[in-house]
């Protein structure tokens, strides 16, 4: 069965540090991936997705990028940290091939302080 | 252009009266529709979901019928539970390839 695996589960930053947050997919095979926010009482955001090892495309404009370093792994990073980018941060991957639904992993809690 | 829009609530039922979450979507083509469901501090689980026009999706006591005419996916159940306390999130995927649009959420508090 396929299971995502998010770390780390929560984490605690000063503004102007760096992130990396890593996302990894098991039991499927050239998944898309995606990466949203949930800042806090709000929805999603969807930030970046990847078909494919290396292609990446971008929603929103902001400090924040993503690479895809092999099949089923995601990152997430940032050169300095913004107090606006505390929130939840969620990955996704579905089977592509068009319509299919999204499986989400279990987030990490992100507090810039 | 494609977008979901649900009642955000937040909403606050008694153990084992009916709930009703509205949601209504735009779309090009013929999107699959889908709730999911966020429990406190965790992801989101897919809840449900239809394919086509006039499917019902159905888990875990929730239903929702695909109607393409009023372009609606209400989430609905008889009874709920104080289990059911969670954040539910209305979404479809006719945006465009491999992409899903989801709603604002609408947080359900059930008190005992």
């Known amino acids: 069965s396929q299971t995502i695996h998010q770390w780390p589960a929560t984490l605690v930053q000063p503004v102007g540090s760096p992130l990396s947050l890593e996302c990894t997919v098991e039991?499927?095979?050239?998944?898309?991936l995606y990466w949203y926010r949930q800042a806090a009482g709000r929805g999603l955001q969807l930030l970046f997705y990847s078909v494919g090892i290396g292609q990446i495309s971008s929603e929103v404009p902001q400090n924040l990028s993503a690479s895809r370093p092999q099949d089923r792994q995601f990152i997430l990073s940032s050169k300095k940290l913004l107090l606006s980018d505390s929130g939840f941060y969620l990955c996704?991957?579905?089977?592509?091939?068009?319509?299919?639904?999204?499986?989400f992993g279990p987030g990490t809690r992100l507090t810039v302080t | 252009g494609n977008s979901v829009t649900q009642m955000e609530g937040p909403v606050t039922l008694s153990e084992e009266a009916f709930l009703t979450i509205n949601c209504t979507y735009t779309a090009t083509g013929y999107p699959s529709l889908f709730w999911y469901v966020q429990y406190p501090g965790e992801g989101l689980q897919l809840l449900l979901k239809a394919t086509k026009a006039d499917d019902k999706g159905s888990n875990k006591g929730f239903e929702a019928t695909y109607r393409k005419e009023t372009t609606s996916f209400h989430l609905e159940k008889g009874s709920v539970q104080v289990s059911d306390s969670a954040v539910y999130f209305c979404a479809h995927d006719g945006a465009s390839y491999d992409k899903v649009i989801f709603g604002p959420g609408t947080s359900l508090s059930v008190i005992p």
């Open positions: 039991g499927t095979s050239n998944p898309n």
């Open positions: 996704a991957w579905s089977g592509g091939q068009g319509s299919d639904e999204q499986y």
